[in-house]
């Protein structure tokens, strides 16, 4: 299991909003096994795999949080997006990021949208997405658990920015007999003990009583969150 952790100057570094509010826009979050859509004023259009081409010998261009084919990342994009797209429509694209994938991340990201021609590219951090899609309310420290195929992370966000986050390459793609699903909800407990000790404030605390937000396809893993709860003591809240 790998731990990271960037500092907090480095964890916020996403470009501003554009001025233009009229824009088209188009929100991409892109994971190791689904790849999702939203289209400005229609809502989600897409929740598909995470495959440049569907079929036998299907090719998995992003694999735990690193996009690892950037033109075939393009293609499926292409081959998703391009025929929604109005023709001479030049949308603003928001696209997730992992809290920890790194400049590198957002670099690929942006490489790989430019087939849908966008206007402006922007990215957001995954667990602050998670906080905004649920309504969360972001003046308090709040901590999200994003358990995705291959990944999770832990993310405390103070004021709505990340503040603290580790990950481990582990999720429920992972889970066979060698790797029980409760080794999720262990992983999930130890990175918090970990902020929790290496915080010198009080505000993993106050996010952990506030009870963590739970994202991604592990948050409707009972056999992961009860595993979590037990470790933890503290109220779940699981979010689409």
């Not at 795999?49 to 735990?64: D, E, K, L, S």
């Not at 949080?65 to 030049?90: C, E, W, Y």
């Not at 993310?155 to 029980?180: E, M």
């Not at 262990?186 to 990175?191: I, N, P, V």
């Amino acid at each position: 299991m790998t731990l990271l952790r960037r500092p907090r100057a480095v964890l916020s570094r996403h470009r501003p909003w554009p001025l233009c509010r009229q824009c088209s826009g188009v929100a991409l979050d892109m994971g190791s096994a689904r790849t999702r859509a939203w289209v400005s004023g229609r809502g989600m259009i897409l929740d598909v795999p995470t495959v440049t081409f569907p079929g036998a010998g299907a090719v998995y261009p992003i694999q735990r949080g690193s996009i690892v084919d950037t033109q075939g990342t393009a293609r499926m994009l292409d081959r998703l997006l391009g025929h929604r797209l109005p023709r001479f429509t030049r949308p603003v694209v928001v696209v997730t990021a992992p809290v920890l994938g790194g400049p590198a991340y957002r670099t690929e990201a942006r490489s790989a949208v430019e087939v849908l021609r966008p206007r402006s590219v922007l990215t957001v951090p995954s667990a602050r997405a998670v906080a905004l899609g649920a309504g969360a309310d972001l003046s308090r420290p709040l901590l999200v658990m994003d358990i995705g195929a291959h990944l999770t992370e832990v993310v405390l966000l103070v004021d709505g920015a990340v503040f603290d986050a580790r990950r481990t390459a582990l999720g429920t793609g992972d889970i066979d007999d060698t790797t029980p699903s409760a080794r999720i909800g262990e992983a999930l407990a130890d990175m918090t003990t970990s902020m929790l000790r290496q915080d010198g404030t009080s505000l993993t605390l106050d996010a952990l009583s506030r009870g963590p937000l739970l994202a991604g396809g592990g948050a409707l893993r009972p056999e992961i969150t009860c595993r979590l709860a037990d470790r933890l003591h503290v109220p779940l809240r699981a979010v689409p």
